[in-house]
T-cell receptor, first 116, second 115 residues
Framework: EAGVTQFPSHSVIEKGQTVTLRCDPI?????LYWYRRVMGKEIKFLLH????????ESGMPNNRFLAERTGGTYSTLKVQPAELEDSGVYFC??????????????FGAGTRLSVL | QQQVKQSPQSLIVQKGGIPIINCAYE??????FPWYQQFPGKGPALLIA?????SEKKEGRFTISFNKSAKQFSLHIMDSQPGDSATYFC??????????????FGKGTLLTVNP
């Protein structure tokens, strides 16, 4: 079974440019989460989808960040325009949904975003 | 405000030693406490998890100890091996009564096990 896939693995962009990160969750997982780790800090929650609906986007830093989940399958996270403080590693995780073991979140390898 | 505090930031032990990583939380709504292990270039992978109805859980060489009254939990690695060298994250989330089980993470501990 394929795991959570993220790409690109690394993106280097200039301040002011736009970047789109993609996450393909494990097939059949209704829940999809985005997290971010800024250097030296903890991994922080950004938002949560259940199928194609945003369940919680309380962790989104500001309106330069836009997340979508087309048809409840893959998800994209767009940063427009990118700022220096957006640099970090963006993780995607998915889970089947439900309580107990069904809530285990499986993480992708992350996208390292460097804004210069 | 950091809701899950993790220490130490880094830890070096010799092979066979027992590294201990500690975490403390504040939010009493948390009732699921996983530990994730991350190797360079990989994403965090669930290592072991505990719920507050037990004080200890053991899986292989990894043990979680949980103190509900103190709101603290810790990871012990028995007979540590060089292959255990990785970054370890503690985390917490609510695990019932809703559908959003977003994880709140500690800052991570970089463990190095020397041969």
């Amino acid at each position: 079974e394929a795991g959570v896939t993220q790409f690109p693995s690394h993106s280097v962009i200039e301040k002011g440019q736009t970047v789109t990160l993609r996450c393909d969750p494990i097939s059949g997982h209704d829940n999809l989460y985005w997290y971010r780790r800024v250097m030296g800090k903890e991994i922080k929650f950004l938002l949560h989808f259940v199928k194609e609906s945003k369940q919680d986007e309380s962790g989104m830093p500001n309106n330069r960040f836009l997340a979508e989940r087309t048809g409840g399958t893959y998800s994209t996270l767009k940063v427009q325009p990118a700022e220096l403080e957006d640099s970090g590693v963006y993780f995607c995780a998915s889970s089947p949904g439900g309580e107990g073991e069904k809530n285990i979140q499986y993480f992708g390898a992350g996208t390292r975003l460097s804004v210069l | 405000q950091q809701q899950v505090k993790q220490s130490p930031q880094s830890l070096i032990v010799q092979k066979g030693g027992i590294p201990i990583i500690n975490c403390a939380y504040e939010n009493t709504a948390f009732d699921y406490f996983p530990w994730y292990q991350q190797f360079p270039g990989k994403g965090p992978a669930l290592l072991i998890a505990i719920r507050p109805d037990v004080s200890e859980k053991k899986e292989g060489r990894f043990t979680i100890s949980f103190n509900k009254s103190a709101k603290q939990f810790s990871l012990h690695i028995m007979d540590s091996q060089p292959g255990d060298s990785a970054t370890y994250f503690c985390a917490a989330s609510p695990n019932s009564g809703g559908s959003n089980y977003k994880l709140t993470f500690g800052k991570g501990t970089l463990l190095t096990v020397n041969p």
